[in-house]
């Protein structure tokens, strides 16, 4: 159920208007949980709807590092209960490994092992303690989990996927729809004539 190759594309689930070729295209979930409640509420309802795609990331509910252990580990249950739901649907899938503080790190178990997995960055690289925590994550997930490739959704600084590069594991990076509206705005303000806007 897990794909083998990488999406030409990733498109996070609340942007799927963007969508140009859904066989081409993966959708994940690396928005606002709000935005996608109500397939957290009911999997089944959204299966026709999510085949379309050429694969879908597994679901990113939230495991805030401040949440009570019991709420970390459900979502990260959640997570891994639906994306199996969906690939044992005839779905394609990529694991998104998403954890929680660093008592969570015993449901690596949880995933599968020498495939293709998933990471969201968004909102992981701006604090540097937060990315010091992330790398160290990145580097236990490589350890236990020795993926086949990893898909990363938003940035990759070096400080976190250094671990990732030195063992080897391709790195399959797209840009996030904030990201990508960072760019046009950039852009936007050279046309302008910005002359202070760094290139």
Known sequence: MVATLPPKEIIQWDRRYDVVNPSKTGICFYCNDPGFQPILGNPKGYVEKLRKYGLVIGVDASPYWNMPLWVQKSQIGLNIGITYFYGSQGIKVIPNVRLGDDRTLSSLEAYPKHTLIA???????????????????????????????????????????????????PIYQYDSYTMKENEKDRVRKLSKGNKDERI
């Open 119 to 169: 990471v969201g960055t968004n909102g992981f690289t701006h604090k540097l303690e937060v990315r010091y925590k992330f790398s160290e994550q990145m580097m236990r997930i490589v350890d236990v989990l020795q993926p086949s490739g990893i898909c990363v959704y938003g940035p990759i600084p070096d400080e976190i996927f250094d671990y990732v590069k030195l063992k080897g594991v």
